[in-house]
C-alpha cells in the first residue's frame, strides 16, 4: 500500500489503470484517483472489523476489482480473489469449495456480479458472512484513518490453487512475499516507471494479480488491462493495445502466442508496430518451442524482436515467479536425448541421422532470480543432484508462501521439505526439471529446462 500512497503524491495525474475493450479505454484511473477510490472504499470497509480475515472477492473483468483488492489490503485483510469461470450453471458450484475453505468474513462483488450471484451471495449472508456492492459501501475517501502499514508477516491474499489436480488450496502470500516478489521482478524485466503494461490475464491468476496488476503499480507505471475473453474472440486485440499504448511489457501463457499466429493466418496481419514491446512474458503453462519460433517469425514484419522472447518458471506457491530471462537475449532452445531424460539424464541429442526422432527440443526458462533459490532434488534420498540430473525442482526464497490455508498437513508436505543434511525449509513440488550449464556458462548460473 505505500508504494500506491507514494506514486499518489509524486505523481497524482499519472495513469495508474486503463480498461480497454479492444475499441479504445473505457475507463481510467490515475494515481491520484486510484489513492481515492481505495481510501473511499476503505471507510466503507473498516465498521465491518475485517482485519485479519478473508474477504472474498468477485469480480468481473474491469478496474473495480483493482480498486476493492487494493481496499482490502488497506484494511488489513485478506484478499481472496474468487474465479467466476466455467458454465453458468457450474460456476457456484465452483465457488462453493473455495469458499467453505476460507470461511470469509466478507464477500465484496461489483453490480454485474451481484446479479449473477445474488443466490449465492444470500446464502453467505444468512451464515452472518457481510455482504457489500463495491458502489454501495465506497465513499469520497476525503477523511478516513487506516489502520498502520502491515507487517511483511501479514497475510495479503489467499491465493487458490486451480484444483484441475485435486481439490484447490489456498496459498498463504503475506504483505513480504509480494514486496519481494515485485522486487525480483522489477530487476530481472528491467523495469522502472516507463516500463508500461497490457495485460489480459485474469485478475483472480496469479500472473493477472501480481504480474500484471502489482508489477506496474509497484513501479508507478501504467497498466492497461483488458477482459480475457476479448483476448480468446479477438486474440490480435492484444497486439494492437501494444501498439495503441507502446507497451514495454506484455505476455501470458503459451497458447496466447499460438492463437495470435493462428488468428493472423486466417485474417493476416494487423496494421500494428511492435517494436515497443521488449519483454515478452511467456509461463503459466509449458514453453513450446515450435510456437515462440513461429511468432517471432509471423510478426518481425512488424518490428517483433525475438529477444523479446521472456521465458518464466513459476507457480501459485512462489507468489508468482522465481526463474526467468535473461532479457534482451535470444531465447535458448536445447535438443535433449528423449531417451535418456526418461531415465533421469539431461543428455543434449546429437545431430545424427535418425535422431531426430528420439530427440526433444526444450525452451529454457532462464536463470534463478536474485534472492532465491533452486535446487535440482532426487525426492527419495533428499540430496541435491549432479548437473543434468532430472529431479524434483524445490525452491526457497522469501517470495515462498507460508504454507495453505488451514491445512497443516499439506502445508507441511510441500512448504516443509529438508535436504538430507536437515537444511531447509524448502517448497517441494511434483514438478521435474534440470539444470543445464552448457546452455547459459556466459550468464554465470544454470538456466532450469
Known sequence: MECLWAHAIARPDHPAFIFDDGTGPVDRLTYGQLA????????????????????????GPGLDFVVAFLATLAVGAIAVPLAPVGRRRERVANLLPILADCDPAALLLDAVMAEQYGE?????AARGVAFARLAEIEGDGSVVS????????????????????????????????IMANQRMIQRSFGHDQRSDFVGWAPHFHDQGLFGNILQPLYLGATCVLTAPAIFVRHPLVWLELIDRYRAHTSGGPNFAFELCVEQAALRGLPDVDLSCWR?????????????????????????????????????????????????????????????????????????????????????????IMEESEL??????????????????????????????WRNSEASRETFGASLADGSGPFCERAIWGFCSPRVCSSWGASRIC
Open 375 to 404: 535446487l535440482i532434488i532426487d525426492p527419495q534420498s533428499g540430496e541435491a543432484m549432479a548437473e543434468g540430473a532430472v529431479g524434483e525442482v524445490w525452491l526457497a526464497g522469501p517470495h515462498i508462501g507460508t504454507g495453505y
Open 120 to 124: 449465492l451471495a444470500d446464502g453467505l
Open 279 to 367: 519483454v515478452a512474458f511467456n509461463g503459466a503453462e509449458p514453453i513450446r518451442v515450435r510456437s515462440v519460433q513461429r511468432f517471432a517469425e509471423t510478426f518481425a514484419p512488424l518490428g517483433f524482436r525475438s529477444d523479446a522472447f521472456f521465458p518464466c518458471f513459476g507457480l501459485a506457491e512462489s507468489t508468482v515467479v522465481t526463474a526467468c530471462g535473461p532479457r534482451d537475449t535470444q531465447p535458448v532452445f536445447r535438443k535433449f536425448d528423449s531417451r535418456a531424460l526418461g531415465e533421469g539424464r539431461a543428455v543434449v541429442a546429437d545431430d545424427e541421422a535418425g535422431a531426430e526422432e528420439q530427440s526433444v527440443l526444450l525452451a529454457c526458462c532462464g536463470p
Open 36 to 59: 481515492q477510490r481505495v481510501r473511499g472504499v476503505a471507510a466503507g470497509l473498516l465498521p465491518l472489523g475485517l482485519e485479519g480475515k478473508p474477504v472474498a472477492l468477485l469480480f
Open 146 to 177: 487506516l489502520p498502520p502499514s502491515p507487517m511483511e508477516s501479514q497475510l495479503a491474499v489467499l491465493q487458490y490453487t486451480s484444483g484441475s489436480t485435486s481439490q484447490p488450496k489456498g496459498v498463504m502470500i503475506t504483505h513480504g512475499n
